[in-house]
């Protein structure tokens, strides 16, 4: 369903044209002329505007001029029943998506509305890939895998509990609240979330609440008229606005100051947000979905957070686990970032040593997935061309974890000592480094210091078994 603004001075065409995309499914507003629908335009989000050419006073191509800079999302199809080439070119080249003349029939304008709203969904998708692809801390997996939960890169437990509750969360229109520390992956989760669910095909907003001064936060979310404030040259769009039939991703939330609490809240409960020097409420369709790495409810207690504000971000709390409890994933995550920022930088990097491997596995990761992306493409940079990354080429701290203590070895290999044989250590070992190359043999091999014969004839062994007679290539 999309909303539609038709503009039309001949009450019987206005009319049909109501009936006909009504019965469509889409949600359809009614303007006599332009200038109705010039006001229309300044409180009523559309998805496209079908205005007549010919009007008296403020003409289609006034709407559509206005619709540029009140609905830039939006797009504008012109009709005329005095239609000819000039007045087509002169329509696209300013901006309009399309042009009919009258008499328009149902079909020809339903397949012209379809169109349109379908190149609306191309565009938003391809924004959204450009973005990811530009976002250090999303996680690109296969081709084709950087939607949904293709996102979330790990085998944990802890990742698939959370993966589970996303997917299940998804399909509602309940409010989301991510908590964890920094570096998690909270927005990669939030835009998980938003991939997954009906609002798929609408716009993901986000904004870090913190990283805006509190005189430019309303502002950003809610929007400002020309003249609001100093400096405010022309209206502005807030983000609010820009999520209509999407999701908003409110990161840091615990960060927003006590006035603006105020006003989301107003937001939330009344679905519409009021302009900076605006005259009139806007109205919005969002899901909205939150972070923080604060203990809001400690807030709350403190009195520095609304109660009656967390109530309405917290309908679902997901806690994003940090690196250190997703055991196994730091191999997954390093695999993925290697081949991400080789390519990045136009680096050719033959897989990683062995000690490399147990140095990334060691370190405990106080800053998380993105201190382990900063940390490999580090190493990538440094890395000599050909060869595989070194354990030399890893940050200092990570060199310094001394990976040769038992506490480090657990940690790596995932074994309780005095719990598991030397067999059962060895069959850990290679499962690792099968996670570590994508279940990659000959690269497996290579980093094991096996021949791939033996690699093959380990692999058969049962866990925990006794393991195969070995050659002379042994570890």
Known sequence: ?????????????????????????????????????????????????????????????????????????????????????????????????????????????????????????LVSENRALRAELADLGAVEVGPGEVRGLARLVGASPALQVLKGTLAQVASTTAAVLFTGESGTGKELCARALHELSPRAAGPFVAVHCAALPDTLLEAELFGAEKGAFTGAD??????????????????????????????????????????LGGQAPVKVDVRVVAATHVDLQERVRQGRFREDLYYRLDVVSLRVPPLREREGDVALLASTFLTRHAARHGRRIEGVEPRALWALSSWSWPGNVRELSHAIERAVVLCPEGSAL??????????????????????????????????????????????????????????????????????????????????????
Not at 34 to 62: H, I, K, Q, S
Not at 237 to 264: C, N, S, W, Y
């Open 390 to 475: 070194r354990f030399d080429d890893l940050p200092p701290v990570v060199r310094d974890a001394s990976p040769g203590d038992v506490a480090a070895a657990e940690r790596a290999l995932h074994f309780r000592v005095g719990q598991m044989t030397l067999p059962q250590m060895e069959r850990a070992a290679i499962d690792a480094t099968m996670a570590f190359v994508g279940g990659d043999k000959v690269q497996a091999a290579k980093l094991l210091g096996l021949s791939l014969r033996t690699l093959y004839r380990r692999l058969d062994d049962k866990p925990g078994g006794a393991a195969a007679d070995g050659g002379d290539d042994e570890p």
């Open 234 to 275: 022309e209206r502005r769009i807030g983000r609010f606005e820009r999520a209509h039939g999407g999701t908003l991703f409110l990161d840091e939330v615990g960060d927003i100051p006590p006035p603006m609490q105020v006003k989301l809240l107003r937001a939330l409960q009344e679905g519409e947000v009021e302009r």
């Open 1 to 121: 369903m999309a909303r539609l603004l038709v503009v039309d001075d001949e009450p019987a065409h206005r009319d049909s044209l109501r009936r006909i995309f009504e019965r469509a499914g889409h949600e359809v507003t009614l303007a006599r002329d332009g200038d109705e629908a010039l006001a229309l335009l300044e409180r009523v989000p559309v998805d496209v505007v079908l205005t007549d050419l010919v009007m008296p006073r403020t003409d289609g191509m006034a709407v559509l001029q206005a619709t540029k800079q009140l609905r830039p999302q939006a797009d504008v199809v012109l009709m005329t029943a005095y239609g000819n080439v000039e007045n087509a070119v002169a329509a696209m080249r300013r901006g309009a998506a399309d042009f009919l003349t009258k008499p328009t029939r149902r079909g020809e304008l339903l397949t012209c509305v379809d169109r349109v709203l379908e190149r609306q969904r």
